[in-house]
C-alpha cells in the first residue's frame, strides 16, 4: 500500500527562526513528490514538486530536498514569518496513476512571534 | 479571481437529506479531482474527471455520492441520504496535464447534524 507519513505531527517555532520537516514514503513506482502549504479553512497551495531526478528546489524561503534512494524528503522553512503557520502536506505521485495521489497527514507548524 | 472556484463554502444540513457541491475549475485545466478531508488529516481521494470522463472513482465514494462533469467544464458533487460521518471538507482541484501541480479550490465545509 502506498503510504505517506509526516514528522512531526505538529511544531512550533519563534519568528525568524528555521525549521524543517520530514517526509517518507514508500510509494512505488515513484513519480514525483510535492509540498503543498494548507492555511486554517482554505485548499492547499503548492510550494514544490519534484522528480525523480532533482534533489532540490526551493521557492522563496521554502527549500525542499529528495533522496529517491532512501524514500525521503524534507521542507525547509528559513527566517520564519508569521504567515507561514500552516499545515505542510507531503504528496507523492506513483508511475501509471498520476491522478491517485497520495498524502501525508499535514505537519501543522505554528510560528510565534 | 481565474482560480478553482467552489460553492457554497458552508453547507449545514440535516441527517437524511441530499446535498449538491459545485466546482468551477480553471478554464483550461481538462483534470479535475474531488478530496474529502477531515480534521487532522490529509485529504482523500473521491474521483477523477478527465475533461467529462469519470476515468476512477475510490472505494470511499459509496452509493450515495455521485459525480458528474457535464461537457468537460464545471463538476458537481452529490451526496444522498447525507450521515453524520459525511461532515468534513470536500476539495476540488484541477490541473492541466500529469505532474502538473493541483490548483485547489478553497473546499465546501459540510456538517452534518
Not at chain 1, 500552516?86 to 507523492?92: K, R
Request: charged share 20%.
Amino acid at each position: 500500500k502506498n503510504q505517506v507519513e509526516q514528522s512531526p505531527q505538529s511544531l512550533i517555532i519563534l519568528e525568524g527562526k528555521n525549521c524543517t520537516l520530514q517526509c517518507n514514503y514508500t510509494v512505488s513506482p515513484f513519480s514525483n513528490l510535492r509540498w503543498y502549504k494548507q492555511d486554517t479553512g482554505r485548499g492547499p497551495v503548492s510550494l514544490t514538486i519534484m522528480t525523480f531526478s532533482e534533489n532540490t528546489k526551493s521557492n522563496g524561503r521554502y527549500t525542499a530536498t529528495l533522496d529517491a534512494d532512501t524514500k525521503q524528503s524534507s521542507l525547509h522553512i528559513t527566517a520564519s514569518q508569521l504567515s507561514d503557520s500552516a499545515s505542510y502536506i507531503c504528496v507523492v505521485s506513483a508511475w501509471g496513476n498520476d491522478y491517485k495521489l497520495s498524502f501525508g497527514a499535514g505537519t501543522t507548524v505554528t510560528v510565534r512571534a | 479571481d481565474t482560480g478553482v472556484s467552489q460553492d457554497p463554502r458552508h453547507k449545514i444540513t440535516k441527517r437524511g437529506q441530499n446535498v449538491t457541491f459545485r466546482c468551477d475549475p480553471i478554464s483550461e485545466h481538462n483534470r479535475l479531482y474531488w478530496y474529502r478531508q477531515t480534521l487532522g488529516q490529509g485529504p482523500e481521494f473521491l474521483t477523477y474527471f478527465q475533461n467529462e470522463a469519470q476515468l476512477e472513482k475510490s472505494r470511499l465514494l459509496s452509493n450515495r455520492f455521485s459525480a458528474e462533469r457535464p461537457k468537460g467544464s464545471f463538476s458537481t458533487l452529490e451526496i444522498q441520504r447525507t450521515e453524520q460521518g459525511d461532515s468534513a471538507m470536500y476539495l476540488c482541484a484541477s490541473s492541466p496535464s500529469a505532474n502538473s501541480p493541483l490548483h485547489f479550490g478553497n473546499g465546501t465545509r459540510l456538517t452534518v447534524t
